[in-house]
């Protein structure tokens, strides 16, 4: 096979990307972090995938011919034909994604439900999120239900959480408590999305300043204007979510509504959150939550598993909340 030459390509991508007018544009337009197009120009990513090839041609139309010529002698067989948006979109969410879920949705017993079909949105998203694998952090953060009906809702949990092409985590010690204090919070409390390009340089959301978070996404789950939780997607670089991707988390979000209860869901009035302590503090809690289910349990032999899980969190969160207060 004859060697590739991407010589042309990357000495007309650092010439766009020059111009701060046609870097805007692919910031608008291609779902391409910043961080991409510069392994690209450096050669540090030896061959641009085919699919993010496709949105740059969709995102500079006037460079086309320019960019197909520079393209041609790394990769001939480029199909031009398939630039279409809404084809794009299905390669993002394909018809088998959507058989599995509703298959999933429709026949899963309900104490798999939510689990399942997280997972699966989980494991397509990441295609779409991390194709380089530079390893996105995804959550699922879900209202507390309060201790009774008429009581606000207080705190999320973060009740899924996956890294991505390496590990799915559920186990009761990998979760956190959020509050008012994080974005995932401030995303909840007011029912709209909160984007982060650079966490070490925002001071007008509350968000994580650490190594594995410089940049996050927070959406909201929500149905018939009720709240449940949110989506948080965290990356290890600066600058990661293209106008492009933006709109796929939406899409996410809107998806991940599937996997909730009814009564899951809380009218923004009802959500009242509260600071929470830092996880150091939490995970002493946390580490108790397998004793205080067996007590439950003991205490009350008609209490199911899932009902002393309920309340063994909820009196988490209640210690987690007088902790703060001290």
């Known amino acids: 096979m004859p060697e590739r030459d991407w010589s042309a390509f990357r000495q007309?991508?650092?010439e766009l990307v020059n111009d701060p007018a046609t870097r805007r544009l692919i910031e608008q337009r291609a779902d391409i972090a910043w961080r991409?197009?510069?392994?690209?120009i450096s050669g540090e990513t030896e061959a641009p995938d085919r699919k993010r090839l496709l949105t740059l041609?969709?995102?500079l139309p006037q460079h086309r011919e320019a960019l197909l010529a520079a393209i041609a002698p790394a990769m001939p067989e480029l199909e031009v034909s398939l630039i279409d948006t809404t084809e794009s979109l299905l390669e993002e969410l394909p018809l088998e994604f959507w058989l599995r879920l509703l298959e999933a949705n429709a026949n899963t017993p309900k104490n798999l439900h939510f689990a399942t079909l997280v997972h699966l949105i989980f494991l397509?998203?990441?295609t779409v999120v991390d194709p380089e694998h530079v390893g996105i952090q995804l959550v699922v953060a879900q209202c507390s239900p309060p201790v009774s009906p008429g009581h606000p809702v207080r705190s999320l949990r973060e009740v899924m959480k996956m890294t991505t092409h390496r590990s799915l985590l559920m186990r009761p010690g990998d979760t956190s408590f959020l509050g008012a204090e994080s974005l995932?919070?401030?995303?909840?409390s007011l029912c709209q999305a909160s984007i982060v390009q650079n966490t070490l340089t925002e001071y007008g959301l509350p968000v994580r300043r650490a190594p594995d978070e410089q940049s996050a996404a927070a959406y909201p789950i929500q149905r018939g204007g009720y709240v449940a939780g949110c989506l948080l997607v965290s990356s290890p670089h600066p600058d990661f979510f293209s106008q492009r991707l933006q709109y796929l988390l939406h899409i996410y979000a809107y998806v991940l509504s599937l996997a909730f209860e009814t009564d899951q869901f809380y009218p923004p009035e009802q959500i009242r959150l509260r600071p929470m302590p830092t996880e150091s503090i939490q995970q002493r809690h946390i580490a108790t939550f397998g004793r205080q289910v067996l007590q439950f349990l003991q205490r009350d032999a008609s209490l199911s598993r899932a009902e002393a899980e309920r309340l063994a969190w909820q009196q988490i969160e209640e210690a987690l909340l007088a902790q703060h207060l001290d």
Do not use: E, F, M, S
Request: proline fraction near 0%; charged fraction near 5%; glycine fraction near 6%.
């Open 36 to 40: 991409t197009l510069t392994r690209w």
């Open 184 to 188: 995932c919070g401030y995303c909840v």
């Open 57 to 59: 041609l969709q995102a």
């Open 124 to 126: 397509q998203l990441q």
């Open 12 to 14: 007309l991508l650092q």
